[in-house]
């Protein structure tokens, strides 16, 4: 949804086709098959190897927020629970833990284990007791009240990472009077490689991908497009490792006005061989493409 409300952002500053297809496309709209070839090589040659490519493999890295990780998922908060968290209306009312472990196990889905580094009990209930930035209304008498901690221990919570779902360890917090537990994600920032962000001016050319069912060398993407814009189907580059892929889109010389909407739509492309465990990159921004569309 963030990704989409940043180009609807960009699209809606233009009107013709060809302001559209710039924006989508950034410099490689209706690249010829040579000029996708020698970019999705560029691509491919800077991704392998470099310090982006160890973390995202062998390292980690967080696709969501690691903090705050909210309440478990049990039920509707209540009302006067989001405010009075929103207002930070915390209050201890039992000792916590002092016997934090430091470190904690991390299993990846490949079987390997890794030690983290983790935050105290101590310095989660800091960090999410603090009173939000902004406050728009400070606590009404009836529809704020303290949050009372009476207890914490240590946990599990999910967490998707560039290697997969995990389970990582987090700090649990009973609250009086909330069936919900407050969760708090364990494993110290440090810890954590931050997500590779693109190049000013790089636009991405698909946004999200899937293996066809049954069929493990077809690729489903997921892309956006002009409204006058025109798909000549999708490419992918290949090598032993990596796939970079985009789909050929080619705005229409002959309309001067065009609707300022974006689209969406999927497209498959078959590869040489089954995807595997190659990683997919972008080809206009370089980047991995996630494996996401089942989930949606």
Same mark, same amino acid.
């Given at each position: 949804?963030?990704?989409?409300?940043?180009?609807?952002?960009?699209?809606?500053?233009?009107?013709?086709? =060809?302001?559209?297809?710039?924006?989508?496309?950034?410099g490689?709209?209706?690249? #010829?098959?040579?000029?996708?070839?020698?970019?999705?090589?560029?691509?491919?040659?800077?991704?392998?190897?470099?310090?982006?490519?160890?973390a995202?493999?062998?390292?980690?890295?967080?696709?969501?927020?690691?903090?705050?990780?909210?309440?478990?998922?049990? =039920?509707?908060?209540?009302?006067?629970?989001?405010?009075s968290?929103?207002n930070?209306?915390?209050?201890?009312v039992?000792?916590?833990?002092?016997?934090?472990?430091?470190?904690?196990?991390?299993?990846?889905?490949?079987?390997?284990?890794?030690?983290?580094?983790?935050?105290?009990?101590? #310095?989660?209930?800091?960090?999410?007791?603090?009173?939000? &930035?902004?406050?728009?209304?400070?606590?009404?008498?009836?529809?704020?009240?303290?949050?009372?901690?009476?207890?914490?221990r240590?946990?599990?919570?999910?967490?998707?990472?560039?290697?997969?779902?995990?389970?990582?360890?987090?700090?649990?917090?009973?609250?009086?009077?909330?069936?919900?537990?407050?969760?708090?994600?364990?494993?110290?920032?440090?810890?954590?490689?931050?997500?590779?962000?693109?190049?000013?001016?790089?636009?991405?050319?698909?946004?999200?991908?899937?293996?066809?069912?049954?069929?493990?060398?077809?690729?489903?993407?997921?892309?956006?497009?002009g409204?006058? &814009?025109?798909?000549?189907?999708?490419?992918?580059?290949?090598?032993?490792?990596?796939?970079?892929? &985009?789909?050929?889109?080619?705005?229409?010389?002959?309309?001067?006005?065009?609707?300022?909407?974006?689209?969406?739509?999927?497209?498959?492309?078959?590869?040489?061989?089954?995807?595997? &465990?190659?990683?997919?990159?972008? #080809?206009?921004?370089?980047?991995?493409?996630?494996?996401?569309?089942?989930?949606r």
């Open positions: 949804m963030r990704r989409m409300i940043a180009y609807l952002s960009l699209v809606l500053l233009l009107s013709s086709c =060809g302001g559209v297809s710039q924006v989508l496309r950034g490689f709209h209706g690249a #010829s098959a040579d000029e996708f070839e020698d970019r999705a090589r560029e691509v491919a040659e800077r991704w392998q190897g470099s310090a982006d490519d160890r995202w493999r062998k390292g980690f890295v967080a696709l969501e927020v690691l903090n705050p990780q909210g309440w478990a998922h049990v =039920g509707r908060i209540p009302a006067w629970v989001n405010r968290s929103h930070g209306a915390w209050r201890l039992a000792k916590l833990p002092e016997d934090s472990p430091d470190r904690a196990d991390v299993r990846w889905p490949d079987g390997e284990v890794s030690q983290v580094p983790l935050i105290t009990v101590a #310095s989660a209930y800091a960090e999410f007791s603090r009173p939000a &930035d902004l406050i728009e209304e400070e606590c009404p008498a009836g529809g704020c009240r303290p949050l009372r901690v009476t207890g914490a240590l946990g599990k919570v999910p967490l998707e990472t560039s290697r997969g779902t995990i389970q990582v360890p987090a700090w649990v917090f009973t609250v009086e009077g909330v069936e919900q537990k407050k969760v708090h994600v364990a494993v110290d920032p440090s810890a954590v490689t931050a997500r590779p962000e693109r190049v000013r001016g790089d636009v991405e050319e698909v946004m999200a991908f899937d293996l066809v069912a049954g069929k493990p060398n077809e690729l489903l993407l997921r892309y956006g497009y409204a006058c &814009d025109t798909i000549h189907g999708a490419r992918a580059y290949e090598t032993n490792r990596l796939v970079v892929v &985009d789909v050929d889109e080619r705005g229409s010389d002959s309309v001067e006005v065009c609707p300022a909407i974006l689209k969406t739509a999927t497209i498959t492309v078959t590869l040489a061989r089954p995807l595997g &465990d190659r990683l997919v990159l972008d #080809s206009g921004t370089g980047l991995p493409v996630l494996r996401e569309l089942s989930r």
